[in-house]
């Protein structure tokens, strides 16, 4: 079986990207599947992934120069050659905007198209800087969103929840993102004053609401550390937040690293305070080595993954004062570390890349002889 996915781009170290290149990976590997990427924003003279790339799969840049309106055109041209080229059995369109989510309707289908999303739909109507749209270009995006992945066969989101995002489609598939890291036999001690944020710098991330909770936390724990891990957004000055807030030496920032896996087990607690998520791969690599997870219940991703007070705990979305309190409670007690950290690591073996996957191979199969 040969599988096209039309993506944005492979370089940056987000959560989507690294997902796009786990799937092909073991699609290659385990399904002996041919696997070809079409990059929609990617340059070929400017392309360096941050993750492992197969070298089976084959890049397609489409090296688009125009902007504005005619950008759209000619994505839309560049996509149709490219497939024509390929002539793959299955199109998998993997993105979060608004013009993936509707280009099975804009180019001409020869094959089954997959819509395969990875967060909420709030997000197509905020900013990086989470500053909100202008009034004009919301409601279009509303009445555009309002009517978008129908030209598909089938939609993939993560989790049931955000069903609810989406009441015009009937063809959806729920497929959470498996376990990406190779964990087995590892387990974080626990022991060390560490708590770790992991993610791209970004406004969804709530990383300005973390630092004030940091704040009160080391008010009565001044020996303990926050470390950041993710991709630098110079444009939200976290670093002269901590500064204001006098965390200057309980906060360190760390641009991505390919080996998360020391950080996380240097760590005792991972903490997760989004004012949204997909389905966070940071939660199920973290508690996979037995860390104790601390979040907000924000959209959708964390009580689908997290069993609150058994191997993380759950806290009101954006509640400053109760994310402090249910980091205190962890930091204060290593025994409840150690027994919620021992019962993540059994609670996320369900999201391993051989249970996940072989709904993958279960959908494939079903579109072809639709």
């Given amino acids: 079986m040969k599988i096209a996915y039309i993506v944005d781009e492979i370089s940056l170290s987000g959560g989507l990207e690294k997902m796009i290149l786990v799937q092909a990976d073991y699609f290659i590997k385990k399904f002996k599947y041919e696997i070809e990427i079409i990059l929609l924003h990617e340059k070929s003279y400017a392309s360096n992934p941050k993750y492992e790339v197969n070298q089976n799969i084959k890049l397609h840049y489409l090296d688009i120069i125009s902007s504005g309106p005619k950008k759209y055109f000619h994505r839309v041209i560049g996509v149709n050659r490219k497939l024509k080229q390929i002539n793959p059995d299955i199109v998998m369109v993997c993105s979060d905007e608004v013009f993936e989510m509707n280009l099975a309707s804009l180019v001409k289908k020869r094959q ?44 993939v989101l993560l989790t049931e929840e955000h069903k609810k995002d989406w009441p015009h489609l009937n063809k959806i598939e729920i497929i959470n993102n498996p376990n ?3 964990t087995e036999g590892k387990r974080a001690k626990l022991e060390n004053k560490v708590v770790i944020a992991v993610g791209r710098q970004d406004y969804v ?3 300005d609401m973390l630092l004030k ?14 470390k950041f891990y993710g991709r630098v957004n110079k444009s939200l000055e976290l670093a002269k937040t901590a500064e204001n807030l006098g965390l200057i030496n309980n906060v360190q920032f760390h641009e991505h690293t390919n080996d998360i896996i020391s950080a996380y087990l240097d760590a005792s607690i991972l903490v997760c305070s989004s004012r949204t998520e997909g389905f966070s791969l940071v939660l199920v690599e973290a508690m996979s080595l037995g860390l104790p997870v601390v979040s907000f219940d924000c959209p959708y991703g964390p009580r689908a993954i997290i069993t609150d007070s058994e191997d993380g705990i759950l806290v009101e979305a954006n509640n400053i004062n109760q ?23 059994k609670n996320v073996k369900k999201f391993t890349p051989d249970e996940i996957m072989k709904k993958w191979k279960i959908l494939f199969e079903e579109v072809l002889v639709q």
Avoid: C
Avoid at 114 to 137: C, E, M, P, W
Avoid at 330 to 339: E, V
């Fill in 213 to 226: 909770a940091w704040q009160k936390v080391i008010e009565k724990n001044p020996d303990w550390t926050l």
């Fill in 112 to 155: 089954p198209f997959i819509y395969q999303r990875h967060s909420a739909k709030k997000t197509n109507f905020v900013q990086r800087d989470g500053k909100k749209l202008n009034i004009i270009k919301y409601y279009l995006k509303k009445i555009i969103l309002s009517r978008s992945g129908l030209g598909y066969d089938k939609v």
């Fill in 205 to 207: 991330k709530g990383y």
């Fill in 323 to 345: 994310l402090s309190e249910a980091l205190q409670s962890l930091m204060a007690n290593i025994d409840l570390r150690k027994s919620m950290g021992k019962m993540a690591k």
């Fill in 180 to 182: 990406a890291l190779s």
